[in-house]
């Protein structure tokens, strides 16, 4: 009976300091979604979680009423077992005998073990043990709710403090550990749930910068303010653009850009339909561009280097995109970036992909850095050189074979990942 009596208060032990784990180790986000669903769980969950110190406070006094129970009964059976045996212990090795057998026995049996398994799996076990909880959650009321009375008293007169406090918020870290979980739950051959992806962007869109998102000034399309109405129309025409920069004696000079709907005014000069562009450094995050170009009601910036010098264009539109993914307008340009996969550890790649994108769709775990945003920048950054057509680069276990290349830039690459 003692054995039994014992057995059950360390599963009571486990059961209390797990349960207490996992709820303070949950996702807040993913409780309160499973409280929204209209089952019998859902409202055990809404109960349990109205007052987050009561949760607590009743593990805590169950936890302790079956440690009391436990310490009770694993004393008798120890100090049998001690006089079973022919060795005669004073009464101090004795006590200090049975507090290091029975403090090991639960400090891995029922506080170790199991705040390790509640902590890795809380979430999924918040929601199996919902009902065995509540029903201690109401046998323990009284108690909770007594202990709860009295840390409080002693906070608010003592400390000066409020008392129990309930969030109202979720803080940036469970939103995108929530949406880490539900992305990684996807599999390959799925596609994400776009209100999924949209929520990932937005935790990422704070930290993204202009640089990550420009158009550099490699592929920039300009003409100068003292070029002809004619060949500002044939640039339209065969770039398909629907706005085009315009500067003065260089690309480090640009003082504006012009829309295509301007050339239906007839102007005779570019100078006369010329809109004025916004400047900001590469470092400035694209929020703090969103906004910049709002205010001023624009929706072009040049992006300046440190040396003041033109590194690319952002809009208002790439910023959005961000957000929401491609937009695409009728002015778009179609031209597609190289994007195969010739076997299993093989692909064709352009050197303009982003590293995010191509290790989110092919999980090729390509190291990430913010030297680089592409996966031409990785070779050049990496390598440190500009490697020309046909030469080979081997990264870690990324064998890299150039395509095609110009004197400035790579193109496309073949890479293949070795095992």
Partial sequence: MQVVVIILCLLFCAFFSGMEIAFVSSNKIFLEIEKKQDNFISRILKKLTEKPSKFIATML????????????FMGDLLMSWIKSFSFHLTDFVSLL???IISTLIVLITS????KVFFQVYANNLMKFFAVPSYVFFVCFSYISSFVIWISDFILKKFFKTEGDFVPAFFSKGELGNYINEQMSSVQDHEEIDSEIQIFQNALEFSGVKARDIMTPRTELVALDIYDSIAALRELFV???????LIYQN???DIIGYVHSFELFKKPRSIKSILIPVEFVPETIFI?????????KRKSVAVVLDEYGGTAGIITVEDIIEELFGEIEDEHDNDEELTEKQLDENTFLFSARLDVEYLNQEYKLNIPEDDSYGTLGGFIVNTSGEFPQKGDQIVIDNFHFVIEEATNKKIEVV?????E
């Fill in 97 to 99: 005998t049975q507090t």
């Fill in 287 to 295: 929020k703090d561009g969103l906004s910049l170009l709002t205010k």
């Fill in 250 to 252: 260089s690309l480090d």
């Fill in 61 to 72: 006094v169950g936890n302790n009423v079956s440690m009391v129970v436990y310490g009770f």
């Fill in 111 to 114: 506080e170790f073990l199991p």
């Fill in 238 to 244: 065969t770039t398909g653009y629907s706005k085009i």
């Fill in 414 to 418: 073949k890479m293949t990942i070795s």
